[in-house]
């Protein structure tokens, strides 16, 4: 290959130096990073970097200082639309700092997650924060506690020694099926995600609460786990409306979820309000502008987005702070006309 | 920084080659995926590397080989649901071939887009898909012509001599304005993007030639272009209806923009269906699933996506191929009850 020989680099550290009145030795200290260059310094060589059209060559860089300033983040999947809130907001903060952010999917695998964290080591990606599809996965855990780089845990939990930015999806829960409860409804059905990781499984424990907080005992027959597709969601709607004993609520917590659902009860000549209350486990254009609209769980993937930045730049920088803290934003519930008291 | 120094790799070249029965210079090929390589040679060295543990070093390798394996896709956004089918094949295909895909958003400033591509070269990433905010922007044309690697334009024309992969929005626009004029209609709104690239060129020059292939003449007062946000959407729909001389139909041409158009007619207290007619540009479950449906413009993204990671695979091997090939994916429009005759 020879895309080196097409890389002109006339301008070498020795012509910045004389530009900015330094020392060889003060360039490169600037170029990594070195923490005993001034602020005053850094700028004066910045300067004549640019007015000399100087090219940091970052590949051989990091060779030399063992960073990359990359930040990879690797989530399931890109087709969820409010997750863009978090990545928008993380690539602000990061980009600030002068990192440039890497995305990925880990298509929620495992296998997949274990050989990006390869990757972004051989990269010498310097901070890494990723969703995984299993928190008790032992190769992944393995694979987590080698990693030389900091990791964060976009929602999820369970690995103590590591950073976690989560959502209150408990308390989403509870507000949800609370709510419904509160409205006379005895047989709410739920379909969830992956019950092995933290999101889901919270939703659980948020549903079994409420229950339990009014003496009622939930029908397991009516939760469907693993409704991670929007043709999962159909099949469980279905499923669930199609048998005897239906439920007069649905709560559809899984995330992004509500097309699959509103899909298969249309196709079921199913209308959404008066047989059949239904409650969304995160809001989005659908759920809002639906006849009648979607009572929905919210919560501010920004400001996740935000902090996983802060907290990801703190530990990179190294700051003495104690390992595995853990940032959960509040979720609230927006009630609207999709949730009613059953029928009779 | 001691990155280097926490990462254990006691296995060298040398061992990988006894181990595998070959010379030093034989593993320096394989790494270097020197084309004179057997496949059979090959992967007697790669079993050798698995066997040992050895790990190569991507960060060292690309200073030698002046490769990365690194594909940068750089988009404006991560907001449109759709866009994930794109990134989800152009991914897998990429991985397949062995290189990992690296994913940025542009936030559609030029300004932005000439700053990756810098960092790209940086990075000496192998090849780059990306969207261009303005196709005719001096600086943005220079840094393209000046890139070291393929670059491959995603839905965008004009800059000749790059590879392109685009829909036929045109052919979109043509069916959804002679459908809405079939139906009757004389006074028929659009909503399009950013009219200096492409798409939003192309839905205009669609939507004027059906017009002028039934001898109508269209009314430009109702062509609101800048759309490109929710809230934009919703103004502009605000405005339109909102004045005198109302259109009777309104196609919501740009991707992704019938939420904050359907929030507006809410708001107003407009049915879609009786008084106006309403087509949008892209589909989605908000279409699908709003009543009535709305009648949507679709094309096959995931085809988009597999051609451009094909297409610029091509063109990281150096084939002999000629210059800005250009492959368009058709559309068609799916009617549904959202666009009828007018009333009267």
């Known amino acids: 290959m020879s895309l080196q020989s097409r890389r002109p680099q006339t301008v070498k550290v020795r012509d910045v130096a004389r530009e900015a009145g330094v020392a060889v030795g003060t360039v490169s200290r600037v170029l990594n990073d070195h923490p005993t260059v001034t602020r005053e310094l850094r700028e004066r060589v910045e300067r ?7 090219e940091v060559d970052v590949t051989a860089q990091s060779m030399r200082a063992g960073r990359s300033r990359l930040v990879a983040c690797a989530i399931r999947d890109f087709d969820i639309p409010r997750f863009a809130l978090f990545i928008k907001e993380a690539e602000a903060v990061l980009r600030e700092a002068g990192y440039t952010l890497l995305l990925a ?11 990006l964290l390869r990757a972004f080591r051989r990269r010498r990606v310097d ?5 995984l599809s299993d928190e008790e996965h032992r190769d992944v855990r393995q694979a987590l506690s080698e990693a030389p780089m900091p990791v964060l845990l976009i929602d999820r939990d369970c690995v103590g020694a590591l950073d976690r930015v989560t959502a209150d999806h408990r308390q989403g829960a509870r507000l949800a099926t609370g709510h419904l409860l509160g409205l006379g409804h005895r047989r709410i059905a739920m379909l969830v995600g992956d ?71 249309r196709t079921m000549g199913l209308a959404v309000g008066d047989r059949l209350s239904v409650v969304a486990g995160s809001d989005s254009d659908l759920a809002e502008l639906h006849t009648p609209p979607i009572t929905s769980i919210e919560w501010d993937l920004a400001a996740m987005g935000r902090h996983a930045a802060i907290m990801l730049l703190e530990r990179m920088r190294g700051d003495e702070i104690e390992r595995g803290r853990g940032l959960t934003v509040p979720t609230e519930l927006i009630i609207r006309g999709s949730s009613r008291p059953p029928a009779n």
Chains 1, 2 share one sequence.
């Open 105 to 115: 999917s880990t298509t929620n695998r495992p296998d997949v997650e274990i050989s």
């Open 195 to 265: 019950t092995k990781a933290f999101p889901s499984r919270s939703r659980l424990e948020g549903f079994r609460e409420a229950h339990a907080a009014a003496g009622i005992a939930p029908d397991s027959r009516l939760v469907r786990d693993n409704v991670l597709s929007s043709e999962d969601a159909y099949r469980a709607t279905a499923s669930l409306m199609g048998g005897t004993n239906t439920p007069t609520a649905l709560f559809v917590a899984a995330m992004d979820m509500l097309g699959g659902c509103l899909r298969a009860l």
């Open 48 to 54: 004549a970097m640019a007015d000399l059209g100087y």
């Open 127 to 131: 901070g890494v924060m990723m969703t």
